[in-house]
Antibody, heavy 121, light 108 residues
Framework: EVQLVESGGGLVKPGGSLRLSCAAS????????MTWVRQAPGKGLEWVGR??????????DYGAPVKARFTISRDESKNTIYLQMNSLKVEDTGVYYC????????????WGQGTLVTVSS | EIVLTQSPGTLSLSPGERATLSCRAS???????VAWYQQTPGQAPRLLMY???SRATGIPDRFSGSGSGTDFTLTISRLDPEDFAVYYC?????????FGQGTKLEIK
């Protein structure tokens, strides 16, 4: 059974850093494309970025608001992906989800429960 | 970046009625790579449709998707009480991927 469990959220001051984790089970993270999506309180969904599978080069893409500040990576030994967030801003506050598609399909079928990041002084 | 505009912002209907939700893209979405999600308060989104008109696993057939190019539609043929939620469209035809701002479907 596919499971995604995010962790690492919390309260951080503007300009600070935080690293989120998404621990996967039921599949191997290096074999699929993995994505981070966030949602500010009371707002809509925002695509943060993704990491391609190893066979597709393992490269990353990011949304404009986080480019150059956020980095997605993975640790195959832990079967986990990470979102390193630097130079955090108040507007980065929200619930962060990791997600992936079903094999051979599109759209994000599998989602974690989310982890809350609050950026405030 | 492709901007997705959903309309209406809020849709008030009664159970048993038909719902039509629109998603318009600022430019053509490659290969009609559009997905629709349903989200209820406190929950992660749930995938309903992908590739514009393919139903995700486990989604009842009262949900259907249509459209191509820049105009896409999610239709719920007969509203069930559990369908009242917020709906988002997403395009994954070009990077960065983007979501629409959402349509809230509320009980009239």
């Amino acid at each position: 059974e596919v499971q995604l469990v995010e962790s690492g959220g919390g309260l951080v001051k503007p300009g600070g850093s935080l690293r989120l984790s998404c621990a996967a089970s039921g599949f191997t993270v290096s074999n699929v494309w993995m994505t981070w999506v966030r949602q500010a309180p009371g707002k809509g969904l925002e695509w943060v970025g993704r990491i391609r599978s190893k066979s597709d080069g393992g490269t990353t893409d990011y949304g404009a608001p986080v480019k150059a500040r956020f980095t997605i990576s993975r640790d195959e030994s832990k079967n986990t992906i990470y979102l390193q967030m630097n130079s955090l801003k108040v507007e980065d506050t929200g619930v962060y989800y990791c997600a992936r598609a079903k094999e051979g399909s599109h759209g994000y079928y599998y989602w974690g429960q989310g982890t809350l990041v609050t950026v405030s002084s | 970046e492709i901007v997705l505009t959903q309309s209406p912002g809020t849709l008030s209907l009664s159970p048993g009625e038909r719902a039509t939700l629109s998603c318009r893209a600022s430019q053509t979405v490659s290969s009609n790579y559009v997905a629709w999600y349903q989200q209820t308060p406190g929950q992660a989104p749930r995938l309903l449709m992908y590739d514009a008109y393919s139903r995700a696993t486990g989604i009842p057939d009262r949900f259907s998707g249509s459209g191509s190019g820049t105009d896409f539609t999610l239709t719920i043929s007969r509203l069930d009480p559990e369908d009242f939620a917020v709906y988002y469209c997403q395009q994954y035809g070009s990077s960065p991927l983007t979501f629409g701002q959402g349509t809230k479907l509320e009980i009239k």
